[in-house]
C-alpha cells in the first residue's frame, strides 16, 4: 500500500512564500519518482514540479520554473516544495504523487500512479 501525506498548505499574501512537504514510507521514496501537481475546481490536475531521488534530477512546468524548488530528504522520506513569489494563479489544491521510475528518469505527467489526500493553498 502506498501512502503519500502532505503537509505546510496555508493561505499567504501575494508574493510570499510556503514549504509543502511529502512524506512517504521509504520503499516508496527511495530511487523514485516523486512529483507535486495542483489542481482548481473545474480545471484538470497540473504537473508542477517533479523529482527522481536516485539521480536528483528535477523537472519543472514553465509557469513555476524559477520560483518553486523540489528537493529530497532522505533522512525523513519526505519531498518538499519550496515556494516563492506566490501569486493568486498558485491557488490550488496540491498533490503528492509517484510518477512512473524509467531507471534514472522520471516518466510524463499523465503517468502519475499513487496520490496522497492534498493539501490547499490559498494566495491573496
Known amino acids: 500500500h502506498v501512502q503519500l501525506v502532505e503537509s505546510g498548505g496555508d493561505s499567504v499574501e501575494a508574493g510570499g512564500s510556503l514549504t509543502l512537504s511529502c512524506a512517504t514510507a521509504?520503499?516508496?521514496?527511495?530511487?523514485?519518482?516523486l512529483a507535486w501537481f495542483r489542481q482548481v475546481p473545474g480545471k484538470d490536475r497540473e504537473g508542477v514540479a517533479s523529482?527522481?531521488?536516485?539521480?536528483?534530477?528535477?523537472n519543472y512546468v514553465d509557469s513555476v520554473a524559477g520560483r518553486f524548488t523540489i528537493s529530497q530528504d532522505d533522512a525523513k522520506n519526505t519531498i518538499n516544495l519550496q515556494m516563492n513569489s506566490l501569486t493568486p494563479e498558485d491557488t490550488a489544491m496540491y498533490y503528492c504523487?509517484?510518477?512512473?521510475?524509467?531507471?534514472?528518469?522520471?516518466?510524463?505527467?499523465?503517468?502519475?500512479?499513487?496520490w496522497g489526500q492534498g493539501t490547499q493553498v490559498t494566495v491573496s
Open positions: 504523487a509517484t510518477i512512473t521510475n524509467y531507471g534514472m528518469g522520471c516518466g510524463s505527467w499523465n503517468e502519475a500512479t499513487y
Open positions: 521509504k520503499y516508496t521514496y527511495f530511487s523514485n519518482c
Open positions: 523529482i527522481h531521488t536516485g539521480s536528483g534530477s528535477t
